[in-house]
């Protein structure tokens, strides 16, 4: 594929571009993506560095992306999308954007929602402080959404390719057998239940920090003195629906890149893939995710010289 700009850094799967993505997609071919993992700037109260739409704003600025993006995944493709839920300003109350956000991406652009995940990162921090915090009134919002869109509820997917290993109760099932019992459910277990299938069905709540302290990208960036991207996702939501979703070579898009986590995890998992981050220090500052640092960057530490 060949685009009008020159991307900030290209690695041997995937190419990281610098523009709005509404116009970089405009450039690709309809059916030509086989999965767009992503998270946008959400609809908080308290905006990001980077900007982001307001509640009222958010449907009326998303809905053209979630258009674009219909037209380029293939048939057999995805669309995953990372949303955080919000409050409304000054009254402990829920936004209900990200539903309308749900609702309009199947109502008004024609998705089906393959199902919906949660994302439970313990280590959220509490908030809004006022509520949580202070007065006391509402618990730990600890919970993102992630909605999984496809133009063909038949769309490629495979549990098998993300099987979990099995708990201890199970693993004594598989190695004793089950006699055939109807729980209270009225479900009929039989012998089958318990036979060895290679790992547990992961359920839809995928369960992960976000902290990647160690990572080469915080590490590197601490080092070249640059900022932190402020709102990543961790790798492993990614690595968990491209695993389930498509196979290796398959072409993967992060249209809101940031600091590029998706890219990175498809150069892993050996997809082709396509980054476009709107901010050009994130975009620039992203290589760091498959670098050592260049040979010139040296950073002085007292007596110490330590180069990358
Ligand atoms: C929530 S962050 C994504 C972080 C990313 N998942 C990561 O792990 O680093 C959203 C990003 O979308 C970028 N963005 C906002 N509008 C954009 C646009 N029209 N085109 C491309 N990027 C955009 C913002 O600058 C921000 O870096």
């Not at 695993?243 to 890219?263: I, M, Q, R």
Request: aromatic content about 12%; glycine content about 6%.
């Amino acid at each position: 594929m060949h685009f009008q700009s020159e991307p900030i850094y290209k690695t041997v799967l995937g190419a990281l571009y610098c523009a709005d993505s509404l116009e970089f997609m405009r450039q690709l071919p309809d059916d030509s993506v086989d999965l767009v993992v992503t998270s946008p700037p959400y609809a908080l109260h308290f905006k990001k560095e980077y900007g982001n739409a307001s509640q009222q704003e958010y449907i009326a600025w998303f809905l053209p992306f979630a258009r674009e993006i219909k037209r380029i995944i293939k048939p057999s493709g995805s669309f995953v999308l990372n949303i955080g839920g919000s409050w409304q300003p000054g009254v402990p109350v829920r936004s209900l954007y990200h539903y309308r956000v749900l609702l309009a991406l199947v109502d008004e652009t024609g998705y089906d929602l393959a199902q919906e995940f949660f994302w439970f990162n313990p280590a959220k921090m509490p908030a809004p402080a006022e509520w949580v915090n202070v007065r006391r009134i509402r618990v730990k919002d600890s919970v993102e959404y992630i909605f999984w869109f496809v133009k063909d509820p038949m769309a490629q997917a495979d549990n098998r390719k993300v099987l979990q290993p099995y708990s201890d109760d199970m693993k004594r099932l598989i190695k004793r057998g089950v006699k055939q019992t109807i729980r209270p459910s009225g479900h009929v277990i039989t012998g089958t239940f318990a036979s060895d299938r290679g790992g547990s069905i992961p359920s839809n709540l995928i369960q992960c920090g976000n902290n990647e302290s160690n990572s080469a990208y915080v590490k590197n960036s601490r080092i070249a003195g640059n900022k932190i991207h402020p709102a990543r996702f961790p790798a492993e939501l990614p690595r968990f629906f491209m695993e389930f979703l498509t196979n290796p070579g398959d072409l993967v898009l992060d249209p809101f890149a940031g600091s590029n986590t998706t890219g990175h995890v498809a150069e892993r998992l050996k997809r082709r893939w396509l980054g476009v981050e709107l901010r050009e220090d994130y975009a620039q500052e992203s290589r760091l995710r498959f670098e050592g640092l260049p040979e010139e960057v040296i950073l002085q530490q007292g007596q110490q010289t330590l180069k990358f």
